[in-house]
Structure formats: structure tokens, C-alpha cells
């Protein structure tokens, strides 16, 4: 082997070397890596799907909650929006006496709040609020 290879080798180790240095280092920074990895919104939802579960299995629920008419999800991240609509949690009925307004909200740290209130949808009267944090 030449000089000349060895250097052209070495040219191309020290290019991966930086390369590598460079990505590791994006990708320590919080903005960066919240945008190349993917919110973990699977997570958030199972939790949350879960803890309904939870709280329906131990008549923490108003009955009222198995009555809903409509979910209406309030959120400033339209990601999380169309996440829950094809990921619902909360199962409607056709002839429900009830709406449920929920709020979804991201934590900067990583985790999702759920704010719910229920509302008779024919007195307009909040009947029950309630409010989780699953965290990451």
C-alpha cells in the first residue's frame, strides 16, 4: 500500500469520523430531535386508553361518561388532533345526552395532559371535570 492510499484512507475515516460527530451532536439538541424523531404518541394514547380503563373499572367515571353524544378535542397541536381521531379513546353513541370537550395538551419535557369536561348537551351545564397527566 502507498502513501498516498493510506492517506486517501485515513481522508475518508476522519470524513465519517465528523459526519458522525456532527449527527450525534444535532441530534442532542431537544428542538432537532423532536423534529427528526417521532412524537411518541402511541405511548401517550395507550396510557391514556388505559387509565380510562382504570378509572371506569374502579367507578371513578360519572355514568354520564357512557353517554356521549360528541367528543370535541380542543389542542394546539393539529398532529395530536388527527392522531386521536384515528386512534380514538373515548367510543360515542349515536343517541348520547352528552358532550365530552377534551384538551389535549403536550408537555415541553414529554407527555401529554388530558383535561375532560362533560357537558349535558340539552341544559348546556358542565356536569364533571377531570384532568390526567401522563407523563414521558
Known amino acids: 500500500m502507498s502513501t498516498g492510499e493510506k492517506s486517501e484512507g485515513r481522508g475518508v475515516l476522519g470524513y465519517?469520523?465528523?459526519?458522525?460527530?456532527?449527527?450525534?451532536?444535532?441530534?442532542?439538541?431537544?428542538?432537532?430531535?423532536?423534529?427528526?424523531?417521532?412524537?411518541?404518541?402511541a405511548k401517550y394514547f395507550k396510557a391514556w386508553t388505559d387509565d380510562v380503563e382504570i378509572l371506569r373499572s374502579k367507578?371513578?367515571?360519572?355514568?354520564?361518561?357512557?353517554?356521549?353524544?360528541?367528543?370535541?378535542?380542543?389542542?394546539?397541536?393539529?398532529?395530536?388532533r388527527k392522531y386521536y381521531e384515528n386512534s380514538p379513546v373515548i367510543h360515542t353513541k349515536p343517541?348520547?345526552?352528552?358532550?365530552?370537550?377534551?384538551?389535549?395538551?403536550e408537555l415541553e419535557q414529554?407527555?401529554?395532559?388530558?383535561?375532560?369536561?362533560?357537558?349535558?348537551?340539552?341544559?348546556?351545564?358542565?356536569?364533571?371535570e377531570y384532568a390526567r397527566t401522563f407523563a414521558h
Do not use: C, M
Not at 465519517?16 to 404518541?41: C, D, E, M, T, W
Not at 370535541?72 to 395530536?80: D, F, P, R, V
Not at 343517541?95 to 395538551?105: S, V, W
Not at 395532559?113 to 340539552?122: G, P
Open 59 to 80: 367507578n371513578k367515571l360519572p355514568e354520564q361518561f357512557n353517554d356521549v353524544k360528541e367528543v370535541k378535542i380542543s389542542t394546539q397541536n393539529e398532529a395530536l
Open 110 to 128: 414529554g407527555g401529554l395532559v388530558v383535561q375532560y369536561d362533560l357537558v349535558n348537551i340539552s341544559s348546556g351545564n358542565t356536569i364533571w
Open 95 to 105: 343517541d348520547g345526552a352528552h358532550i365530552l370537550e377534551i384538551f389535549l395538551g
Open 16 to 41: 465519517l469520523f465528523f459526519v458522525i460527530l456532527v449527527v450525534g451532536v444535532a441530534l442532542s439538541i431537544p428542538q432537532i430531535r423532536n423534529f427528526v424523531q417521532p412524537k411518541p404518541y
